[in-house]
């Protein structure tokens, strides 16, 4: 599968924006320390389940899991200073300068490019 092929066939790109939103107000209120350590224990699962995320599974229930797990991560990564760029879409919920979480009403910043990779127009036949 190309990576055209993959943001327009799958539905990933379309829902894990939406689910790190309501992660990202999930893990406000965890210490840093609980983010970081959350992201950590995560990170090998991916490395060993990618394949399950993108094509699914036997397993009613398991890429969905794995979706969710990911969604998690990527709120935790956000809290980082700078946040976390990941699949064109840039989560940042910590204001470096200030120190402040940042309110969220504002927490995604995308890009023109970024909607760009997530939502290609259709192409004429």
């Keep these: 599968m190309t990576e055209d ?8 790109p379309i829902v894990l924006p939406g689910m790190v939103e ?3 107000l999930d893990v406000r209120n965890w210490s840093p320390d609980r983010r970081i350590e959350y ?26 899991a794995l979706a969710g797990k ?25 204001d470096s300068d200030s120190g402040e979480i940042i309110p969220a009403s504002s927490l995604v910043e995308p890009s023109s490019d970024d909607f760009a990779t997530l939502f290609p ?5």
């Design 121 to 125: 127009t259709a192409q004429e036949p």
């Design 70 to 94: 990911l969604a998690t991560v990527i709120a935790c990564m956000s809290f980082q200073p700078g946040g976390v760029r990941v699949f064109g879409c840039h989560w940042k919920s910590f």
């Design 22 to 24: 309501v992660a990202m």
């Design 39 to 64: 992201a950590r224990a995560h990170a090998e699962t991916f490395a060993s389940t990618s394949d399950t995320l993108l094509f699914g599974s036997k397993t009613k229930g398991e890429a969905g």
């Design 5 to 12: 092929e993959f943001f327009k066939n799958h539905p990933l």
